[in-house]
C-alpha cells in the first residue's frame, strides 16, 4: 500500500511530517517503530547538549527526517548509535553556524553590550539571555550537561552521578568548572 504523506503524531502535540512520495506500509512502519523507540532519548540528548528545547525539538526533527532519507542503507542494530551521531553533527554544525553569525556580527556593527546602558530592562533581559545561552554552548559537553541537570532539572549532584555513571566528585569538579566560567563571563555568582 502506497502512501502519498504520513503525519506521526507524537507526545505533546509534536508532528513528524515525512516529505510526499510513495512509501510503502513496511517503511512506514520500520519508521515509527524507530520514531517511538528513540525520540524522547534523542531529544533528551539535544537538550542536555544545546540547553534550549525549541532547538532540541529542531534538531531532532532533522535527525529523523535524515535518518528517513538513508531508510535504505540503516542497518536496524547500529540505529540508535547512528541517530545520536547524526544529532551531535546537526548540533556541532549548529553552534559552527552561530560563531561565524556571531564574528560577522561583531565585525559589521561592533560589540553592542557596550551600548546598551540606557536601554530598558527587557531589552537587557534578553542580552543577558543571549549572553547566557553563548557562555553554556562555549561550555566543554560535559560540563554543560552537568549545570543544566543541576539548575533546569533540579537534579542533585547524587542524582547526576547515577545518570551518567560518574562519581559525585566528578559531577561536584564539573559543576564548579561551569560556575567558574559563568562567573568569568558574568562576574557575579549565578
Known sequence: MNVKKCIFA???DIQMT???GNYTKEELSWFRSIFDQYYESIRHFAYYKTGDVDLSDDIVQET???LWDMRGKVNNDTVKSLLYTIAGNIIKNHYKH???VYSFQVAVKGDLTSNLSSADESIRMDQLNKQLQEVLASLPDGQREVFLMNRIDGLTYEEIAARLGLS???IEKRMSEALAAIRQKFGYKI
Open 18 to 20: 515525512l516529505p510526499s
Open 98 to 100: 552561530l560563531k561565524v
Open 64 to 66: 529523523f527526517l535524515k
Open 168 to 170: 559525585v566528585k566528578a
Open 10 to 12: 507524537l507526545l505533546h
